[in-house]
């Protein structure tokens, strides 16, 4: 998944960027306002931490004109300021979580997590789909109750088809979310691993769970429960 | 208002100062004017008589053989008529009558007082019959040969019937038209009190208003005098209003700024560079640091209830808490419901109502199992507030620790330890009270009574 981070204080953007990273996504960090509103209209993101304590535009304009622009990925707000009136403004403007400074890391991943499944439709940190079941709070996948093990790469990829079943997702979109924007695009390189994870899924080539759709891209086909 | 504000009013003070001078005036100006009225009628009933003397004496002749007597026509016919209550008689000497009238005769009238040559008389004879009477009397000596001279003594009488009911006629218009005029300038006098303070009434129901939160400044067109004050108290409620918000927006900044440098404290212990051990420690005591922050900067902020504090309206506060409430607690999937009626207002600052009804809400939030009830119901001057859920209940014999100064609960919540202790305070610096009780349905129920607005 592909998140932006903003905060001003350096220290801090740099353990929360370090944090997500380590779990497995790629993060887009911004110290200010008018920055970070360019990154969430025009980057791929799947969600955004924001700290409404920014210089110069602060974070409630930042959200308000995402929202605006109708970007509609989970937003959730950091903020030192906890007075009552702070949050309802925040979420009013548009964001769907509020975290109080300071806070722990794992309560901000838990949240997010929860975020990010309740955008892709899922209620629980367990995403299922027929005999597949992906923990995103282990990083866990387990195919009729046996576990696949999966490398960091496979894992986000394989969240990001969870996350999408059922929908054609394309080669460029695939690289957005889960690469940095600094790193090489080599599409052979995703090619690759599409086919390390299918072999994996679908060791026999019976179940076709994960097609590739020439020239658009990849499913993973919504499936019977088992 | 009692007795004792009526006194203490202006248009009482205004009613009482200005009535006595004009109730003097009208007793002195009547008085005065009755007898100016009396005085006239008395001049001119003796300037009447005094004429027809005037024209008795012209028509006196003397013959040395025959004595005086009355020469031609008499001056007014009134005279020899009987009806008319005018009668005249001459005298030669104090008691000889040469000549009367009719009426003298028939009516048996009083002869004159002795009167001295040359000397004359006006008078009201009061007769008991047949009927009052003017009289003027003149004493005059008449030569009748070189330096001999004879008394002779005029007496004309006026029935004076006629005189006195013109007199109390006129009185009784006196008195009415004073009465009327009096009446008109009493109702002018107090039309003038009200249209002048009326001005002092709309400012004491603005102050009113202001009080109760219902507006933010005197903002009525009030008369030149006291525009100024109203102006003044106006740059005195902005000069309070902006030094509150100067002082949040401080305490804000203060907020914003041990908080960022706990969070990144916090951050990076969990990053695992030092021994768990320390970690914990260090953490535990970022902890009640930014705990202490907390509840020293939500009690700071309070604007409390301060003159004008502000108006609240409940119903609004609680959508906009259990939409905000909805979405913090959305892997819940609370019932947040609300039971509060358009018109119900409470009087306290909109920012302290914010945390007290977001912190017990959200409190609820955390502990119900399924489901948050809010209601308000105005009772006379107050509103009574009800938040409950369906969760374990207040532990028994902890309900009173709960709302004092930073005993918790539960340390497993976050933000629980201060939050009743908190929104206590709140409460009761505007004049309210909070209780904790058991919801009917088991479960906790906080009751807030706040003044009304």
Redesign the interface.
């Known amino acids: 998944m592909r998140i932006l981070i903003v905060e001003d204080e350096p220290a801090l953007l740099e353990s929360l960027s370090e944090g997500f990273t380590r779990d497995g996504h790629v993060v887009d960090g911004s110290s200010e306002g008018t920055e970070a509103l360019y990154m969430g209209q025009e980057y791929p993101i799947d969600a955004a931490v924001i700290d409404l304590g920014l210089p110069g535009m602060s974070g409630m304009e930042v959200i308000r004109e995402l929202r605006k622009a109708g970007r509609d990925f989970p937003i959730l707000i950091l903020t030192a300021r906890d007075r009552w009136e702070d949050k309802v403004e925040g979420l009013e403007a548009g964001a769907d979580d509020y975290l109080a400074k300071p806070f722990h890391f794992e309560e901000l991943r838990a949240r997010m997590n929860a975020l990010l499944r309740r955008a892709g439709g899922f209620a629980t940190p367990k995403l299922k789909n027929g005999p597949l079941e992906l923990d995103t709070a282990a990083h866990r996948l387990e195919m009729d109750g046996e576990e696949i093990k999966l490398t960091t790469f496979e894992y986000r990829l394989m969240e990001y088809l969870m996350m999408n079943v059922g929908k054609v997702v394309s080669k460029l979109e695939l690289t957005e979310h889960l690469y940095p924007d600094d790193a090489e695009r080599d599409s052979n390189v995703l090619e690759v691993m599409i086919g390390r994870l299918r072999r994996k899924l679908d060791p026999h080539r019976d179940t076709q769970m994960l097609e590739t759709l020439r020239g658009r891209g990849y499913r993973l086909k919504q499936l019977a429960d088992a | 208002m009692p007795e004792a504000g009526r006194r203490n009013s202006l248009r009482g003070r205004l009613q009482a100062a200005g009535t006595l001078p004009i109730l003097a005036f009208f007793c002195i100006g009547g008085l005065l004017l009755d007898q100016a009225v009396q005085r006239y009628a008395e001049a001119s009933m003796r300037q009447q008589l005094e004429n027809i003397f005037y024209g008795l004496i012209s028509l006196v002749e003397y013959h040395p053989d025959h004595g005086f007597r009355l020469q031609g026509a008499l001056p007014t016919p009134a005279l020899g008529a009987l009806a008319t209550g005018l009668s005249a008689r001459v005298l030669v000497g104090d008691r000889t009558t040469f000549w009367e009238s009719p009426s003298m005769q028939a009516f048996d009238l009083p002869l004159p007082e002795e009167l001295a040559q040359g000397q004359d008389r006006f008078r009201f004879l009061d007769l008991t019959a047949p009927a009052s009477h003017a009289e003027y009397a003149y004493a005059v000596a008449w030569e009748v040969a070189p330096e001999s001279f004879v008394k002779l003594t005029f007496q004309v009488l006026q029935a004076s019937g006629d005189y006195h009911e013109q007199v109390r006629n006129t009185r009784i218009l006196l008195l009415s038209g004073a009465m009327t005029l009096g009446i008109l300038v009493f109702a002018g006098q107090a039309l003038m009190l009200r249209s002048g303070l009326r001005p002092l009434r709309e400012i004491a129901h603005d102050l009113h208003a202001l009080r109760s939160g219902e507006s933010r400044r005197l903002e009525g067109a009030y008369p030149d005098e006291i525009q100024e004050l109203a102006e003044a108290l106006n740059s005195l409620m902005d000069a309070r209003e902006a030094q509150l918000q100067r002082y949040r927006n401080g305490l804000?900044d203060l907020?914003?700024?041990?908080?960022?440098?706990?969070?990144?404290?916090?951050?990076?212990l969990?990053?695992g560079r030092l021994p768990r051990e320390v970690a914990q420690d260090l953490?535990d005591q970022?902890?009640r640091i930014?705990e202490l922050i907390?509840y020293h900067l939500q009690r700071a902020?309070a604007a409390g209830g301060a003159f004008g504090a502000g108006r609240v309206e409940l119903a609004r506060l609680a959508g906009?808490?259990q939409?905000?409430l909805l979405?913090?607690h959305?892997?819940r999937h609370l019932r947040i419901e609300y039971e509060i009626a358009d018109d119900v207002f409470v009087r306290m600052d909109?920012?302290d109502m914010?945390?007290v009804?977001?912190?017990v809400m959200d409190n609820a939030c955390k502990w119900a199992r399924s489901a948050v009830h809010v209601q308000a119901t105005p009772q006379d001057a107050e509103v009574l507030l009800r938040v409950r859920d369906d969760g374990p209940g207040f532990p028994a014999g902890e309900r009173a620790h709960l709302t004092q100064r930073g005993v918790r609960a539960d340390e497993r919540t976050p933000?629980h330890g201060f939050g009743l202790a908190i929104v206590s305070e709140l409460v009761e610096l505007s004049g309210g009270r909070l209780e904790l009780a058991d919801a009917p349905e088991g479960g906790a129920e906080v009751r807030i009574t706040l003044p009304a607005a």
């Open positions: 804000a907020a914003h700024g041990l908080k960022t440098p706990l969070s990144v404290i916090r951050t990076s969990e990053r953490d970022a902890g930014n907390e902020r906009q808490l939409r905000t979405k913090i959305h892997e909109g920012q914010m945390e009804l977001g912190n933000g």
